[in-house]
């Protein structure tokens, strides 16, 4: 059974257990806040669920405490960084505050981080980008992780590469956050420790066949996450996760062609780009067409019984401010996991409001 907390018991129960595991208090606060905002979202995945992780590579020195990334280009529109295993949620924060500082003038800004430690959920990155007044793209992939296979092949290639989309809008920003792979690994994961089927066959043994048993990518050799589109029209999510490999790690200018990769555990290579609207004219006027096509979809008609079209984002920016003014719920194994990390550096655990 899920349990509610209120958001700021959470907010400082994140913080100080990455305080007691050695942050700043600045940085133990951005990481706590990220990962509250993929449960806030709904992604979770890769909210709070992460921060038994990111602990563990903190204690064991796979993440960097303090320190900056390293520069190693920046113009007036783009930069690339290499994190040099810096804590993701803090190095991608970082690099979204610069691209709104350079976007305001620049109009369009690129960015690429290279060696930065798991990201988690992009999707929480996108808040404050739309709430800023810009439209971002971004995605990341993970040099050392070879999960999903290519279409028409039989071992895992890719890693699970997610893609994010934001717009600023009336009422609620056009939001997104999806894998380019058919079911993102995390689920694949939950369902294995639960004993339980995945809701489709997503999954590929290194017989090439599919399959819903999510231990088939657990065994020895290991099988495949199929690409967005399955057995059919996975074309499609190999074409995407091939782009997303190029703007992340090819532009980046590391990633699979470095045999020190090999060595880099779950860090990814990032890639963002941020628009100002503002830049190609009158913002009403952009705000007009993106409020305009999610009328015309909210519109639409559907079928007797089912659910109105929704837009996405819109479910997650509703929960979003639900569960803000309301508490936050949190999936059953979520503290499970988090208790023992509470016990070892001294933390009170919240309390469920």
């Excluded at 096509?293 to 559907?302: P, V, W, Y």
């Amino acid at each position: 059974m899920s349990t509610h907390y209120s958001y700021h018991s959470l907010l400082d129960f994140g913080t100080s257990l990455f305080e007691a595991a050695g942050l700043a208090h600045q940085r133990a606060a951005t990481m706590a806040s990220v990962f509250l905002e993929a449960d806030l979202l709904g992604f979770t995945t890769h909210g709070m669920n992460r921060i038994p992780h990111n602990l563990a590579w903190l204690e064991s020195g796979s993440s960097r405490i303090d320190g900056e990334p390293e520069v190693l280009a920046e113009t007036s529109n783009l930069f690339n960084w290499d994190a040099n295993f810096l804590p993701g949620p803090w190095v991608v924060t970082q690099a979204i505050e610069q691209c709104i500082e350079k976007v305001k003038t620049a109009g369009i800004v690129s960015a690429t981080i290279r060696r930065s430690q798991h990201i988690a959920c992009l999707g929480a990155y996108c808040p404050q980008i739309a709430e800023a007044g810009y439209v971002a793209l971004i995605t990341c992939s993970t040099p050392n992780e070879h999960t999903v296979c290519a279409h028409g092949g039989l071992e895992p290639v890719f890693s699970a590469n997610p893609l994010a989309f934001v717009a600023p809008a009336p009422d609620y920003p056009v939001l997104f956050d999806v894998s380019m792979c058919i079911t993102a690994g995390g689920y694949v994961t939950r369902a294995n420790r639960a004993g339980e089927k995945l809701p489709g066959k997503y999954l590929k043994d290194r017989d090439g066949n599919a399959t819903d048993d999510p231990s088939v990518f657990f065994a020895d050799p290991p099988g495949s996450i199929m690409p967005i589109g399955g057995e059919s029209h996975g074309y499609k999510g190999y074409a995407l996760t091939m782009m997303t490999e190029i703007l992340s790690m090819g532009l980046g200018g590391y990633g699979r062609a470095n045999e020190s990769s090999a060595n880099d555990g779950e860090a990814n290579s990032v890639f963002i780009q941020m628009i100002n609207p503002a830049a190609f004219g009158d913002l009403q006027d952009f705000m007009q067409q993106v409020q305009a096509i999610k009328t015309m979809c909210e519109n639409s008609n559907h079928k007797a019984g089912d659910e109105a079209v929704r837009v996405p984002g819109q479910r997650a920016w509703q929960r979003r401010q639900h569960q803000i003014e309301n508490g936050v719920e949190l999936f059953p194994t979520i503290m499970q996991d988090l208790k023992p990390w509470a016990e070892k550096l001294n933390v009170d655990l919240p309390v469920g409001a």
